[in-house]
Nanobody, 122 residues
């Protein structure tokens, strides 16, 4: 069983930056593809970014492409989401997730964190 813990959320002004971190507890996650999702109030959970096991391949949603970067450090057992040029629409709870598949749908991911709130203010 993999338990994921996110950190780094908070309140930031539009145009600012935040870096989210995700660390699993209980075991290493180097054998998993890792993803970030987000869910705004009243909306469905949506895919943000995914990175493969080695960190050699990434894919981001069009809505964040060029602004967000996903990365991982398997030695530190941590995955990151660097978020730059934040917009009001980026306000959401951000979730880290792990999957054995290279896929973006929510149902493709096996393990989830509890989420961390990101609020972008004007």
């Amino acid at each position: 069983q993999v338990q994921l813990v996110e950190s780094g959320g908070g309140l930031v002004q539009a145009g600012g930056s935040l870096r989210l971190s995700c660390t699993p507890s209980g075991r290493t996650f180097s054998g998993y593809n890792m993803g970030w999702f987000r869910q705004a109030p009243g909306k469905e959970r949506e895919f943000v970014a995914i990175i493969n096991r080695t960190g050699s391949n990434t894919y981001c949603a069009d809505s964040v492409k060029g602004r967000f970067t996903i990365s991982r450090d398997n030695d530190k057992n941590t995955v990151y989401l660097q978020m730059n040029s934040l917009k009001l629409d980026d306000t959401a709870v951000y979730y880290c997730a792990a999957s054995t598949k290279w896929a973006t749908p929510v149902y493709s991911f096996d393990y989830w964190g509890q989420g961390t709130q990101v609020t972008v203010s004007s």
